[in-house]
């Protein structure tokens, strides 16, 4: 599967990642840039501030995603916004 993560460098985010990419996803991981991240090649990386809706647009414009995740407690405004992109 093609799985966007929002977050996935910190908590459980990256304990979240590493699980996919064991079990064989694509995993994009989607946030600010700016906390560093040990998953080398093994995902792909895209910079977006997640509690603006033309931040995401612009970041993910046409791309497809199978599912994604977030652990951030604000998901379900996120959501809204990931939906009308």
């Known amino acids: 599967m093609n799985i ?4 996935g ?8 990642v590493k699980n996919l990419i064991s079990k064989g996803h694509d995993v994009t991981i989607a946030n ?6 040990d998953f080398g090649n093994n995902v ?3 910079v977006l501030e997640r509690t603006s809706a033309e931040s995401i647009s612009q970041a993910l414009g046409e791309k497809h995603y199978d ?3 977030t652990a951030w407690r ?3 405004m996120m959501l809204n916004v990931c939906l009308t992109c």
Do not use: C, E
Not at 4 to 7: Q, R, Y
Not at 9 to 16: D, E, F, P, Y
Not at 32 to 37: A, E, L, V, Y
């Open 4 to 7: 966007l993560v929002i977050g």
């Open 9 to 16: 460098t910190r908590l459980i985010g990256k304990h979240l």
């Open 32 to 37: 600010r840039g700016t906390t560093p991240d």
């Open 44 to 46: 792909s990386r895209t």
């Open 67 to 69: 599912m994604f995740t």
């Open 74 to 76: 604000s998901a379900p």
